[in-house]
């Protein structure tokens, strides 16, 4: 079947602009994960959702990022007034619910701020 | 708040040999998950091999095994027969049981595969 599916692959954005992520997740998978990945670094984590409900955002730099899922499937990642140090490949990864199960991740997006 | 180390930046092996990659952990937590997952330049992340901490005994999949060392806390990767395939970037992840479903990733390893 298909896998978790990013849109777009590619973001170029002027500072100070507002840029939209998408992610489609594997279908019947419970739990969505977003995480920012800087070059050279290992992903690090952002926020999740167990179906529509936001479980852990723990993870978000600013209030300028703000992630929703209203339907419980598809999510979207918002970055709001975007700055140079937001540039990085903001992966999607969903799983189904519950301890230990394997996250699968999608391509990224990869988000240039200039 | 837990963490993970992966203290060697890049690695290299030549074709058919063996290599470990290195992975230390910490946590106050007794009950957890750990998984080695594999990053191609192509930058979809797969999953390795992940590791129950209740259970005593390492996991493998097929030339993929690991060395989980609870009490000391570390978590090596042994790739046996390594192919050019496996060049890859690895990253060593945690995850707890219970609670939040995140994972907390290492920086990386670099493994170059060499013919």
């Known amino acids: 079947g298909a896998g978790v599916s990013q849109s777009p692959r590619y973001k170029v954005a002027k500072r100070g602009q507002d840029v939209a992520l998408r992610c489609d997740p594997i279908?019947?998978?419970?739990?969505l994960f977003w995480y920012q990945q800087a070059l050279g670094q290992g992903p690090e984590f952002l926020t999740y959702?167990?179906?529509?409900?936001?479980?852990?955002k723990s993870g978000l730099p600013s209030d300028r990022f703000f992630a929703e899922r209203p339907e419980g499937s598809v999510s979207t990642l918002k970055i709001q007034r975007t700055q140079q140090e937001d540039s990085a490949v903001y992966l999607c990864a969903s799983s189904l619910a519950g301890d230990g199960y394997e996250q699968y991740f999608g391509p990224g997006t990869r988000l240039t701020v200039t | 708040a837990q963490t993970v180390t992966q203290s060697q930046p890049e690695m290299s092996v030549q074709e058919a040999e063996t290599v470990t990659l290195s992975c230390t952990y910490d946590t106050s937590e007794s009950d957890y998950y750990l998984f080695w997952y594999k990053q191609p330049p192509s930058r979809q992340m797969i999953l390795v091999i992940r590791q129950e901490a209740y259970k005593q005994q390492n996991a493998t999949e097929n030339r993929f095994s690991v060395n989980f060392q609870k009490a000391a806390k570390s978590f090596s990767l042994k790739i046996s027969d390594s192919q050019l395939g496996d060049a890859a970037m690895y990253f060593c992840?945690?995850?707890?049981?219970?609670?939040?479903?995140?994972?907390?990733f290492g920086k990386g390893t670099k493994l170059t595969v060499n013919p």
């Open positions: 959702f167990q179906n529509e409900a936001q479980l852990d």
């Open positions: 279908s019947g998978h419970v739990s």
């Open positions: 992840a945690y995850r707890s049981q219970g609670g939040s479903e995140k994972l907390v």
